[in-house]
């Protein structure tokens, strides 16, 4: 079941791809294929390929592509099995790369390999991040230090975010902007964080 904060945020990430001018897509952590159906739909984006490490999440995929007659065949469509803390050197040369609520489920002291195979290795124009923000937890009504899915390594406040997607975007020749996704309160900013990476070089 997609939540309504869920829907917004992969309708976010939809509609910066599209303002990208992106035609090829990575979509890394690609889960059961919610983005991987919305990229489908637009005709704009000529090759997408969604990766993740659970066969058990690509075949979930593979049907949900099929249900809405999107085959997953290798030609515009293509599903690995893959982490993405590896590069994978035939998939070098996209255009926009999407890590939608995917880097914290990842050890922070892995975070580097991320950052290794992302900006370093496949390079695209573009790096779109989306992650919760830890401050809007209280007003999920949840327990201070507690995360939002048991397998989360950890969950950052906005100030955090946005210092290490600075640090990322300086070290590999990046800029970044940011945004909120969902209801934004005054002093907690919104549920979910999104960083809008563009290569300057």
Aim: aromatic share 8%; glycine share 8%; proline share 3%.
């Amino acid at each position: 079941m997609v939540t309504l904060l869920h829907k917004e945020r992969l309708d976010t990430v939809v509609e910066a791809l599209c303002g990208s001018g992106a035609v090829t897509v990575l979509d890394l952590g690609c889960g059961p294929g919610e983005l991987l159906l919305l990229l489908a739909k637009q005709p704009q984006f000529r090759r997408i390929v969604g990766i993740d490490t659970s066969q058990e999440v690509l075949q979930e995929a593979r049907y949900q592509l099929a249900l809405h007659r999107h085959q997953a065949d290798g030609t515009r469509l293509t599903l690995y099995q893959a982490s993405f803390t590896d590069f994978i050197d035939e998939l070098k040369g996209f255009d926009a790369v999407a890590l939608v609520e995917t880097i914290e489920h990842v050890a922070p002291g892995r975070l580097s390999l991320v950052e290794r195979a992302v900006f370093s290795g496949y390079a695209p124009q573009t790096v779109l991040i989306t992650t919760p923000n830890s401050e809007y937890n209280l007003l999920h009504g949840m327990v201070p230090g507690r995360f939002r899915h048991p397998d989360h390594q950890f969950e950052w406040d906005r100030q955090k975010f946005r210092r290490w997607a600075q640090g990322v975007a300086e070290r590999n020749g990046y800029q970044v902007t940011f945004s909120d996704i969902g209801e934004v309160d005054m002093r907690l900013g919104g549920s979910t964080q999104m960083a809008v990476f563009s290569r300057i070089c």
